[in-house]
């Protein structure tokens, strides 16, 4: 699934690409993937709108477009979003092309068909299932370590279930909270309020670092992830315990395990990142 890399990779191959030109249709072949409003009102207010700007919030693409209204795009699991010359044939995965000015298009396309699409007014967001409890941004100025100390403190939560909680923090998905903990070497079934102040630290700093140098590797791609000029990302090269279950660690050399954890799974080295009780 998208994480925030993957989207913010997304964002940023997109905007320099789409950003002052404009919808001149839709076509819709899957109707149901447009949450918001009627398909047939989604497609009469994008078309002519010109595209301000792109924006991420938490792991949703936000397109800005003229006219105050927002084109909010979550992809889910296997959603893409890809700016192909106009008249490349649809996939029979794609579900929406969006058509430019400039004889390029936007292909939406999902195998898994869980990905959604809907045209908000801007003020619409705040209020907007899915986005209006997204918790604070990982990489923005919010997001301090005194923050994280502070809203540790109350949370009894296993951490590794607070940190996919998007209304803590938005955009942390399986691969980055599992990398998270485990550069922080702290286990995934610890409970948020018993971590100590060094743990809160490194946890801190692990957070920033992983998502950082994700994006710095234009995003970790499985299978599907593919960013806004159908180019996959570098990251899985870096990963050091997502998907390498019986590969060394990299701190120890001891064998990666999987788990299930909140019926996630979850990859960890079980000797970098035991349990210690609290002194
Ligand atoms: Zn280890």
Known sequence: MPE???????????????????????D????????????????????????????????????HLAGNLILAVHLRMTGKLV????????????????????????????????????????GRLETWPGLKNLGVEP???????GFLK?????????????????????GIGNIYADEALHRARISPEKPAASLT?????????????????????????????????????TNQESLKVYGREGKPCSGCGYPIRRARLGGRSTYFCPECQKSRPIL
């Open 4 to 26: 925030l890399p993957e989207v913010e990779t997304i964002k940023r191959s997109l905007e320099s690409r789409i950003t002052g030109l404009t919808f001149s249709g839709v």
């Open 28 to 63: 819709l072949f899957t109707p149901k993937v447009v949450r918001f409003p009627e398909p047939r009102d989604f497609i009469g207010s994008l078309t002519g709108k010109k595209v301000k700007r792109v924006g991420r919030r938490g792991k949703y693409l936000l397109i």
């Open 83 to 122: 700016c192909l010359p106009s008249g490349t044939p649809p996939s029979k995965h794609t579900h929406a092309v969006f058509k430019l000015s400039n004889g390029f298009e936007l292909h939406f396309s999902d195998v898994r068909r869980f990905g959604r699409l809907a045209l908000l007014e801007a």
């Open 139 to 145: 990489l923005s100025e919010d997001f301090t370590r």
């Open 150 to 170: 502070k809203e540790l403190k109350r949370r009894r939560t296993k951490i590794k279930a607070l940190l996919l909680d998007q209304t803590f923090i938005a």
């Open 197 to 233: 102040p060094r743990e809160v630290a490194r946890l801190y700093r692990a957070v920033r670092e992983v998502l950082e140098e994700a994006i710095a590797n234009r995003g970790t791609t499985f299978r599907d992830y593919v960013d806004g000029m159908g180019e996959s990302g």
